[in-house]
């Protein structure tokens, strides 16, 4: 079965500082790979995805991830957390074999503190 | 455009009440979802469709009916509201890349 484990209920990282939010995933072949981000009473905005190609994918907002699929890992990084990042980031994995009509597997979230 | 759109924002219903989410896409895809979100599970999918009139359950669809008529809307109906219900509810649309809705939050009492 599909399954999204995001390690990390909880981070606090300096302004300024470098993130890594991780995401592993089970699946029998490559899935599709997705990060949301959700702001505090918002809805889930897409930061960035990865269907095929190149395994370093750029995103929204300096975020960008990297799927390596010897570990079947879909981290987050950001080279400079700013104080506007702090919210909950889930990652989610999609079926390969219905690409538009399956839905997703989300983590249970990571929330992110941006201390100054 | 205004993507995906729910109606209502917020609600309050009492133990056995009943009530209709409205979800509403105008990106004309195929693809419709309900999700739930509560603290500490992330989102699970609770019904789905893959086109108008076509609908099919997710991972926790009991005490959840759904319809869809308008390829646009995809509505959730709660026929019998329980407490364990209270959670808030995102619609989304997908045409490979899921889209999401504000979300509704719903307490039943």
């Known amino acids: 079965a599909q399954s999204v484990t995001q390690p990390d209920i909880h981070i606090t990282v300096s302004e300024g500082a470098s993130l890594e939010l991780r995401c592993n995933y089970s699946?029998?072949?490559?899935?599709?790979l997705f990060w949301y981000v959700q702001s505090p009473g918002q809805g889930l905005q897409l930061l960035l995805k990865?269907?095929?190609?190149?395994?370093l994918v750029q995103g929204i907002k300096g975020f960008e991830a990297e799927f390596k699929r010897s570990q079947s890992s879909f981290n987050l990084r950001k080279p400079s957390v700013h104080w506007s990042d702090a919210a909950e980031y889930f990652c989610a994995v999609g079926s390969r074999a219905n690409q538009a009509g399956t839905a997703l597997i989300f983590g249970k979230g990571t929330t992110l503190s941006v201390s100054s | 455009n205004a993507g995906v759109t729910q109606t209502p924002k917020f609600r309050v219903l009492k133990t056995g009440q009943s009530m209709t989410l409205l979800c509403a896409q105008d990106m004309n895809h195929e693809y419709m979802y309900w999700y739930r979100q509560d603290p500490g599970m992330g989102l699970r999918l609770i019904h789905y469709?893959?086109?108008?009139?076509?609908?099919a359950k997710g991972e926790v669809p009991d005490g959840y009916n759904v319809s869809r008529l308008k390829k646009q809307n995809f509505l959730l109906g709660l026929e019998s509201a329980a407490p364990s219900q209270t959670s808030v509810y995102f619609c989304?649309?997908?045409?490979?890349?899921?889209?999401f809705g504000p979300g509704t939050r719903l307490l039943v009492l």
């Open positions: 989304a649309s997908s045409t490979g890349t899921q889209y």
């Open positions: 469709s893959v086109g108008e009139g076509t609908t």
């Open positions: 990865y269907f095929s190609g190149d395994t």
């Open positions: 699946y029998g072949a490559t899935p599709y």
